[in-house]
């Protein structure tokens, strides 16, 4: 479980760094690829684990997925450009 949350706070972390350190469209795109390997992270410890983490679990991924689509949009948007 501390894997799972520590995994998430990476992945909003980075998130975070990406948008204060953007220089171009390519840069996010970095990012989001690396939140798309942290979600098939995500599903392979919870499938690993056999177990819902009071829901936690869930809604960690769910926010992961936000994340995710988010970067896309905004890589869209700064190609755009």
């Not at 392979?44 to 689509?69: C, F, P, Q």
């Given at each position: ?52 983490m009071a829901g936690h679990g869930k809604k960690a991924e769910d926010l992961m ?17």
């Amino acid at each position: 479980m501390k894997k799972t949350f520590a995994i998430v706070a990476f992945c909003l972390s980075l998130v975070g760094a990406a948008f204060a350190y953007v220089r171009d469209w390519h840069d996010l795109d970095a990012v989001h690829k690396h939140i798309n390997d942290a979600i098939h992270e995500m599903e392979r410890a919870r499938a690993a684990n056999h177990y819902d983490m009071a829901g936690h679990g869930k809604k960690a991924e769910d926010l992961m997925r936000s994340a995710e689509r988010e970067l896309r949009l905004a890589v869209d948007a700064a190609k755009a450009e």
